[in-house]
């Protein structure tokens, strides 16, 4: 395609979003609610998303080590248990250790069993995978020196069921919300095209290429995705700032965790302009191809 070309089908399509200023704003204004709303949702699963993945890493095996273990037996089992595939890794925990932490969580009535501590010495295991967990602990359960081994057996297996679960819906919705939106900004685009179905014709019939007649439209598409997506990402942006400064300052003692603002917001914000760009583009393509058959 020649410059000078190129260079006219940009001011025909700048030309025609002045002279088709109020369907321009209707399809816009589409594009606008239906990225608002793709965005937010995103926003929203995806941290759902991190704070499942955060509840999963929390997860480990607490293996009680035989009160009649020497040392030398509490590091042969390190060992095998270090040598599980599935293990990410293995830290040792005094009974003292143990009892301190209690003493913490608990309060300091617990001191009284500084004198005789009740407590088992503890390998606190990590699986590579957290769905790994209830096998791995399985596995070390028929070990030697192996007191008992708590990892929340029957929740963790419900925990892990509901959160796949979760994330399936969350896939689903994300993919039905993005055809619907298509099919939003296809239907506006398509009125707006077709209240200038004379203008196509008539161009057709004077001799203009397809590609003559569609570049046009296909530069409006992508000014309306552009222009659509400005608000979204605004709005957005501002939106998940605040939500993040009030909320996540109170979750720094909890497991789960908000994504962080950057590099975070700024992928949603790429995303809501590609998706702008490529809906609006596809669009004006879908809505203009039964015009270009006289």
Same mark, same amino acid.
């Given at each position: 395609?020649?410059? &000078?070309?190129?260079?006219?089908?940009?001011?025909?399509?700048?030309?025609?979003?002045? %002279?088709?200023?109020?369907?321009?704003?209707?399809?816009?204004?589409?594009?606008?609610?239906?990225?608002?709303?793709?965005?937010?949702?995103?926003?929203?699963?995806? +941290?759902?998303?991190?704070?499942?993945? $955060?509840?999963?890493? @929390?997860?480990?095996?607490?293996?009680?080590? $035989?009160?009649?273990?020497?040392?030398?037996?509490?590091?042969?089992?390190?060992?095998?248990?270090?040598?599980?595939?599935?293990? &990410?890794?293995?830290?040792?925990? !005094?009974?003292?250790?143990?009892?301190?932490? #209690?003493?913490? %969580?608990?309060? $300091?009535?617990?001191?009284?069993?500084?004198?005789?501590?009740?407590?088992? @010495?503890?390998?606190?295991?990590?699986?590579?995978?957290?769905? $790994?967990?209830?096998?791995?602990?399985?596995?070390?359960?028929?070990?030697?020196?192996?007191? !008992?081994?708590?990892?929340?057996?029957?929740?963790?297996?419900?925990?892990?069921?509901?959160?796949?679960?979760?994330?399936?819906?969350?896939? =689903?919705?994300?993919?039905?919300?993005?055809?619907?939106?298509?099919? #939003?900004?296809? +239907?506006?685009?398509?009125?707006?095209?077709?209240?200038?179905?004379?203008?196509?014709?008539?161009?057709?019939?004077?001799?203009?290429? &397809?590609?003559?007649? %569609?570049?046009?439209?296909?530069?409006?598409?992508? /000014?309306?995705?552009?222009?659509?997506?400005?608000?979204?990402?605004?709005?957005?942006?501002? *939106?998940?700032?605040?939500?993040?400064?009030?909320?996540?300052?109170?979750?720094? &003692?909890?497991?789960?965790?908000?994504? @962080?603002?950057?590099?975070?917001?700024?992928?949603?914000?790429?995303? #809501?302009? =590609?998706? *702008?760009?490529?809906?609006?583009? /596809?669009?004006?393509?879908? !809505?203009?191809?039964?015009?270009?058959?006289?």
């Amino acid at each position: 395609m020649k410059i &000078n070309t190129l260079k006219r089908h940009f001011r025909e399509s700048f030309k025609s979003l002045g %002279r088709n200023g109020w369907m321009m704003f209707a399809s816009a204004s589409a594009v606008t609610i239906t990225l608002l709303l793709v965005g937010v949702f995103f926003v929203i699963i995806l +941290n759902m998303n991190k704070f499942a993945s $955060d509840i999963e890493n @929390d997860v480990e095996i607490r293996v009680h080590i $035989d009160l009649a273990a020497k040392a030398a037996d509490r590091e042969k089992l390190k060992s095998e248990i270090e040598s599980l595939d599935a293990v &990410n890794s293995v830290k040792f925990s !005094s009974k003292q250790q143990e009892l301190k932490e #209690l003493i913490k %969580r608990m309060g $300091d009535d617990f001191k009284l069993f500084q004198q005789d501590n009740p407590l088992y @010495d503890v390998f606190i295991v990590k699986t590579k995978q957290p769905t $790994d967990t209830p096998k791995v602990a399985a596995q070390i359960q028929k070990m030697d020196h192996v007191e !008992s081994v708590i990892y929340g057996k029957g929740k963790v297996e419900k925990l892990f069921h509901v959160l796949s679960i979760c994330r399936n819906v969350g896939v =689903v919705l994300i993919i039905a919300l993005l055809l619907t939106a298509m099919f #939003l900004i296809s +239907n506006t685009i398509k009125i707006t095209i077709f209240a200038r179905r004379k203008e196509i014709e008539i161009m057709k019939l004077v001799g203009a290429t &397809n590609w003559f007649i %569609r570049w046009p439209f296909l530069l409006e598409g992508l /000014w309306i995705g552009i222009l659509g997506s400005i608000l979204p990402i605004v709005l957005i942006s501002f *939106g998940y700032y605040s939500v993040y400064k009030i909320v996540e300052p109170k979750l720094q &003692n909890n497991i789960i965790h908000m994504l @962080d603002i950057s590099p975070f917001i700024y992928g949603i914000d790429g995303l #809501l302009l =590609v998706l *702008g760009v490529c809906i609006g583009i /596809w669009g004006s393509s879908m !809505s203009i191809r039964r015009y270009l058959k006289v």
